[in-house]
């Protein structure tokens, strides 16, 4: 048993692992590189025969992205998901398709039918054999991992009944829409995530309460409240408090309340899709989340929150707030500020002092999200020179990665193991962090720091 890293090895994009056994391999995650990792190609630089499927953990981009490349190479084997992911994966590879290769109609259907022959839904918690040509019988489980809907990580028990456990991306604890990650019992090897190796976030509990008082302090110089959200989590998540603090501002009414008359707009086709996807799968749901069911609220579907559909509206409500300077909450993708329709509203309202963009997601290296998150006084958006005069905020209580404190709570967790720990999408400051931190929990393991190794 063997296993190399073909991305997300000492940055946070890009996820891909090849899990070697004799002459065939199983490949965990295919994604894309984003922000400054992007520099390397989406080319698949290593061998396909070997590889008797692919399994994935979740659906953003950058465990999904270098899909089709992947099957432009040749693989046509199973592509096994939990049914949360296969129902969104569709959705994700046909946007990216369209918007980074700029694929007709005709041809992206024709894919996207390729993908869904190939899917293999796994519900959670239950049992998926792969069988290798020379005869290895591989046993395929997922387990809830909170960070998207229908995030999991992944056990694979192997021939020699040693388990290796592939954590894909966890969240973090206490989020009150999706449930959090419990510990496997066992595990022998395990790869970990380590974006926030070495970084505590606030508590979760907390960020309701503190988005309500970054838009009430924006709403006191009028204009507008720009949210770039990745249309799969986080607006989610966002939408979700939102509601709640909307709900709670109609049950107690209040002459000065800015609340009930305060647009909110979601203005992303995708994230859209992904809401409906997300009240498809309540069952996933934290009970906290199904009980504002219960009592007849709808926590992603709101009166107050109009959804922009047709391009012309959304060109429309652009021009509208440049010109007008009037308090809306835009909620818009991209997450990190490098493309989609936040595009246009940050190229016409930058500039205007009234303006507050809060920024509520990890910001990769090389995008224009971490250029604003810096302090840059002036910008390039779509060619042209934009000058920042808004306010920008930074918000991480809805990342929806583990922190140090979640990840060593997971690991701490495992009863039995593991004997090896590999960590993997982090930057190396994050993964030797982490690592000094888990040699204290787990003594008897090995545990290597991925940035450090040379696949070469």
Request: aromatic letters at 6%.
């Amino acid at each position: 048993m063997n296993i190399l890293h073909h991305g997300a090895r000492d940055g946070v994009t890009g996820s891909c692992h090849e899990l070697q056994l004799g002459k065939y391999s199983l490949l965990i995650d295919c994604g894309a590189f984003q922000g400054e990792e992007a520099k390397a190609s989406n080319d698949i630089t290593f061998p396909v025969e070997p590889i008797r499927a692919l399994i994935l953990t979740h659906c953003h981009i950058d465990h999904v992205g270098r899909i089709p490349w992947l099957l432009a190479a040749g693989f046509r084997g199973p592509i096994y998901a939990t049914e949360a992911t296969a129902a969104l994966l569709p959705l994700m590879l046909e946007d990216g398709l369209k918007l980074q290769l700029g694929l007709s109609d005709e041809k992206c259907e024709a894919f996207i039918r390729l993908v869904r022959s190939q899917l293999k839904p796994v519900p959670f918690d239950c049992r998926a054999q792969i069988m290798l040509p020379d005869g290895q019988d591989v046993s395929l489980s997922f387990r809830q991992a909170g960070h998207i809907l229908g995030s999991a990580y992944v056990e694979l028990l192997l021939p020699d009944r040693r388990k290796v456990v592939f954590s894909g991306d966890l969240g973090p604890s206490y989020t009150p829409l999706l449930v959090d990650p419990e510990p496997p019992l066992h595990a022998d090897v395990l790869v970990l995530e380590s974006t926030y190796g070495n970084k505590r976030h606030p508590g979760v509990e907390t960020r309701e309460q503190a988005l309500k008082s970054v838009v009430e302090q924006s709403l006191k110089d009028g204009g507008a409240i720009l949210i770039p959200a990745f249309s799969l989590g986080r607006t989610q998540e966002l939408l979700f408090d939102l509601e709640n603090i909307v709900n709670q501002e109609l049950r107690q009414p209040s002459a000065e309340s800015p609340w009930p008359n305060l647009p909110i707009v979601l203005d992303s086709p995708l994230a859209m899709k992904i809401t409906q996807a997300y009240q498809g799968f309540k069952r996933l749901w934290t009970k906290e989340a199904k009980a504002r069911l219960d009592n007849g609220r709808h926590p992603l579907d709101f009166d107050q929150c109009t959804q922009i559909d047709e391009h012309s509206d959304h060109v429309g409500l652009v021009n509208r707030l440049k010109a007008s300077g009037e308090p809306a909450v835009i909620v818009a993708a991209s997450g990190m500020c490098s493309g989609g329709r936040i595009m246009n509203y940050l190229e016409a309202l930058l500039p205007d002092a009234r303006t507050d963009l809060l920024l509520i997601g990890y910001q990769a290296r090389g995008t224009l999200g971490r250029e604003l998150q810096n302090g840059a006084k002036e910008v390039m958006i779509n060619n042209h020179r934009v000058e920042v005069n808004a306010r920008v905020h930074t918000m991480t209580g809805y990342s929806a990665h583990a922190d140090q404190q979640d990840l060593i709570r997971f690991v701490k967790g495992i009863e039995k193991g593991p004997t090896e720990i590999r960590l993997v999408h982090g930057d190396r400051p994050a993964q030797e962090a982490l690592a000094r931190r888990l040699q204290k929990v787990k003594p008897d393991a090995k545990v290597i720091v991925c940035a450090n190794l040379n696949q070469d």
